[in-house]
């Protein structure tokens, strides 16, 4: 079955980066894109950019735009998020999710905590 | 970018009893769009998607209905285990939005 597990919780300071990474299995990794979403505490889910299959286009909110990287090692089946210069209110669960098809979100990693705080 | 505005915000309905979430997109997102369901410390469940078609393992009790701007989640003959925040969200246009969310808790 399709599992998405993703790395431990972080505490990082303002103006540091986090990386998160997001292991697959259960089906052939490079067949599927991969997106990110995160939720600030009581706040919406927010789309944040994904990764393509096959080429490993990225897309990014412009909301993001030039703190945000999404990568992919194919050979380790993990996709990773990086964030740069990061703030408070950049405190929030972040979640990996498959493609199910077409762009749709099917399947979830359980989500990874990032805290940024002096 | 496209806005996704849910209603209402807080949904009181008792076990048993039918319960209708509306989502309005700020443009024409044709039919893609898809439902969510989240309990508290857990992550998203998808639900519905292009609308209308429900994910596997989704009981028949949701249904989702709509296109072009206007879209609605009904959950016929509520479950105890149905009571959570939904969430639309959009895949018509990048940023994927999502709406604010509807708590639906029991009455």
């Known amino acids: 079955q399709v599992q998405l597990v993703q790395s431990g919780a972080e505490v990082k300071r303002p103006g540091a980066s986090v990386k998160v990474a997001c292991k697959a299995s259960g089906y052939t990794f490079s067949s599927y894109a991969m997106h990110w979403v995160r939720q600030a505490p009581g706040q919406r889910l927010e789309w944040m950019g994904w990764v393509t299959a096959g080429n490993g286009f990225t897309e990014y909110a412009q909301k993001f735009q030039g703190r945000v990287t999404i990568t992919k090692d194919i050979s380790a089946s993990t996709v990773y998020m990086e964030l740069s210069s990061l703030r408070s209110e950049d405190t929030a669960v972040y979640y990996c999710?498959?493609?199910?098809?077409?762009?749709?979100?099917?399947?979830w990693g359980q989500g990874t905590l990032v805290t940024v705080s002096s | 970018e496209v806005v996704m505005t849910q209603s209402p915000a807080t949904l009181s309905v008792s076990p048993g009893e039918r319960a209708a979430l509306s989502c309005r997109a700020s443009q024409s997102i044709s039919s893609n769009l898809a439902w969510f369901q989240q309990k508290p410390g857990q992550a998203p469940r998808l639900l519905i998607f292009h609308a209308s078609t429900r994910a596997t393992g989704i009981p028949a009790r949701f249904s989702g209905r709509g296109s072009g701007t206007e879209f609605t989640l009904t959950i016929s003959s509520l479950q105890s285990e149905d009571f959570a925040v939904y969430y639309c969200?959009?895949?018509?246009?990048?940023?994927?939005?999502f709406g604010q969310g509807t708590k639906l808790e029991i009455k």
């Open positions: 999710a498959r493609d199910l098809v077409a762009s749709i979100m099917g399947y």
């Open positions: 969200q959009q895949y018509n246009n990048w940023p994927y939005n």
